[in-house]
């Protein structure tokens, strides 16, 4: 197949890219899914992953995904993206190319070829000329220990990479309580403070009522401490992404915060840690 050829393909049947306009990258950010197969080693109850279908490829097309992107890109430059579906809606988002984001449907991490598709993606940033746009991966920061993802990092760093770790926690029995990864809840501060130490680091975290209840104020105090003693021992952050749940969740017991609650608890940590902090309610 040739999607780069074949530019009458719609963008949703491409298996591994997609566009999507995101207030967190502040316009257009181009996904890379290395998840099309929906693994995850977290389980989060606020997860939108729908894992009642079953996912596609199991493993990253390097080829496949190097040509996708290229076309999608090709896309937004010739703005046959602006004038398709809802980017009609916002055609001057939908021209710029913000940001190309590892992210997806499950955990970018757990592939066995991590390193490999940062190189592609890196390759055709590079030769579609977008200096400007950063490489962004989204990750629960459980694989950010394994060798060929260190590798895939340094070439990050390399490319105007960014490191957005998920932390909602600030122990073990409310990671559990969320998360619910097999993972321990040590093994994910030590990953995020080794990542950090070597490069500045996004922690996104996510705020939720979990049967009505929001975090409780000693767990805020907790992960305030966690992000405290990361930066105290060397480690650098760049700032905190806040937000909260915004779709249907798997669990309807973890429900969305209300704007005023999220804000509060944004300022708190900054209170807390001196950081900065976006909150996107
Ligand atoms: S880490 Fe992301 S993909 Fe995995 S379960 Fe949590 S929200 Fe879903």
Request: net charge neutral; with cysteine; charged share 25%.
């Amino acid at each position: 197949m040739s999607v780069v050829r074949d530019h009458s393909r719609s963008f949703a049947e491409f298996t591994f890219v997609y566009p999507v306009i995101s207030r967190r990258s502040r316009g257009l950010s181009l996904g890379v899914n290395l998840n099309p197969d929906k693994r995850c080693n977290f389980d989060c109850v606020y997860c939108e992953v729908d894992r009642r279908t079953p996912g596609r490829a199991n493993r990253v097309d390097v080829p496949q995904l190097r040509e996708e992107l290229t076309a999608l890109i090709h896309a937004v430059q010739t703005g046959e993206l602006a004038r398709t579906g809802k980017f009609r809606e916002t055609p001057e988002l939908a021209g710029v190319i913000r940001d190309i984001a590892f992210s997806g449907d499950g955990e970018p991490t757990m592939i066995p070829n991590f390193a490999a598709c940062v190189e592609a993606v890196a390759d055709v940033k590079r030769a579609e000329g977008l200096r400007d746009a950063k490489l962004v991966l989204i990750t629960d920061a459980a694989g950010l220990d394994k060798a060929d993802v260190r590798r895939g990092l340094t070439i990050m760093d390399a490319n105007q990479g960014e490191v957005w770790a998920k932390l909602d926690a600030g122990t073990e029995g409310y990671f559990r309580l969320v998360n619910r990864s097999f993972v321990r809840f040590d093994r994910i501060l030590a990953n995020l403070f080794a990542t950090a130490r070597e490069r500045p680091i996004v922690v996104q975290s996510l705020f939720l009522r979990v049967r009505g209840e929001a975090m409780p104020p000693t767990e805020l105090a907790a992960y305030c401490e966690r992000l405290n003693a990361l930066v105290a021992a060397g480690g650098c952050i760049k700032e905190i992404h806040a937000y909260t749940v915004a779709r249907p969740t798997p669990e309807p017991w973890a429900t969305k915060l209300e704007a005023g609650e999220l804000e509060t608890i944004a300022a708190t940590i900054h209170a807390r840690t001196g950081l900065p902090v976006l909150a996107f309610a």
